[in-house]
């Protein structure tokens, strides 16, 4: 049985109460995980209260070496790492890879940025005294909790650990309930290089108890949550009243658009990964596809071709060339709610073109296994408009203009990413200025980048993960004033 991870050591609930982990692909019981509770939360934070002034005081280069020596042992054990997470979460064995890659780096942009957090000096007026000037010091915030969600756990650790220790911050992690193994196996590994107890720790358990405690808890100042608007909008009403600082990542429906000069074979493969990497399972999935009518023809049909090569199976295995591999959806409740949003779909009109059925057979059964789909005259009062599709299921739009695309585009209550895919550099820039999103990308994929800052408009959340302004989040800003230097 799996442990959690709190003050330097592995420890079980309190309680003594588990829950299984279950394999999305056959059913099967992975690993067992300690139940946490209230006091398992208030044991974490303790231990991080107790780490907390020694790590802050800790110069950048030491931790940053802390966090290189735990790199390099996540990397040694990163095959082993990326099999966890497919048993766990069911995505294909090259795509946890891939995670486990996009993690490795994200720790390597923060050890990097470790020792270049700067302040700043300011002049001042004379009045003050001639010379007199003014400087802002960066403080760590304080104890940190970071909230993560099943599909991308290991990125989406990484992009609240990496942040809130080379601030000075210790901090507690609590993975989803049905995704902690991998995550907790990596926690391991970069205490084990070296990290004081209490700085790093993870409490595994239900968002209600070990979620909810985390975030009212008085001593926590700092909460990070990735997740739904649903929870967002409760970790919000939770932890304002308390003036946490609170960062939002929560769902999206990004737009993309496909103008009469793009590059079709380009844009293709941008819908497919886009929309498909992950079984549909991101918040930064193309979950609306709007084409101009003079490519729509050439581009539904590169884009159901390729739609049609999918094949669902486990995530351990490979298809013949030229099938992909898609692993199972996350739980049969998602893979339940994909089908209705479907189904709402086609009760007002819309026609499925290729998929959008449970992949059946008797290695399949006890998967949750379903076939990506395509879907054309989409009502906008339909559940694929108005809520967030987490499956890969993609509804696809006709349009004739620019202003058409964008407005369409912008009826959403996401603002996450969008994107344009032209080669008219003025459509460009126009959709960048009028895009209702925390990003746009022209002919490229959906994607975070290590280096820029994400982060939603809208229902999509508050504030932003990755970059070097992610660690702003964990820094306060303290001015001072250096006056009477010159006083004649
Ligand atoms: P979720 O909101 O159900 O759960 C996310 C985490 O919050 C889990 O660890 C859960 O246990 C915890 N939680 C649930 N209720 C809580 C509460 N009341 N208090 C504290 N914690 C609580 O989301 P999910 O289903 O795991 O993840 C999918 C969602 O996450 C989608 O909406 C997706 O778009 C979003 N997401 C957003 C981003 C982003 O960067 N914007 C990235 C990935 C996923």
Redesign the pocket.
Known sequence: MAQMFINGQWADAQSGETHEVINPANGTVVDSVPKGGVEDVDAAVASAQNAFAAWADTSPDDRAAMLRKGIELVKEQSKEIAALLTAEQGKPLFEAGGEVHHFLHGMEFYAGLSSKIRGVQSPLPPALGKHAYGIIMRRPVGIAAG??????PLT?MGTKVGPALIAGCPIII????TTPLATLKIIGLLNEAGLPAGVLNCVTG???T???R??THPVIRRVA????????K??MA?AGPAFKRITL????SDPMIVCPDANIKNAVSGAIIGRYWNAG????AVKRLYLFEEIYDELMDGLLKKVGNYQPGDGTTKPEKPFIRMGPLHTAYQREEVENQLQDAVAKGAKVLIGGKRTEGTDLAKGHYFQPAVVVDVPEDSKLMTE?V?GPVLPVWKVSSLDEAIQKANNSPWG?GSSIWTQNMSWANRAIRELDSGMTWVNQIHY?YDELP???VKA??IGH?HGPEAVDYYLENKSAVFGGLDWE
Do not use: D, H, M, Y
């Open positions: 909230i993560v969600p099943w599909n991308f989406l609590k993975p989803a309930s239900p968002g209600s070990v979620g909810e985390l975030i949550l990735t997740g739904s608007s649903e929870t967002g409760r970790v939770q990542e929560l769902g999206g399972q991101a918040c930064l967030e987490f996450l975070g994400f982060g939603g999509s959340g993960e």
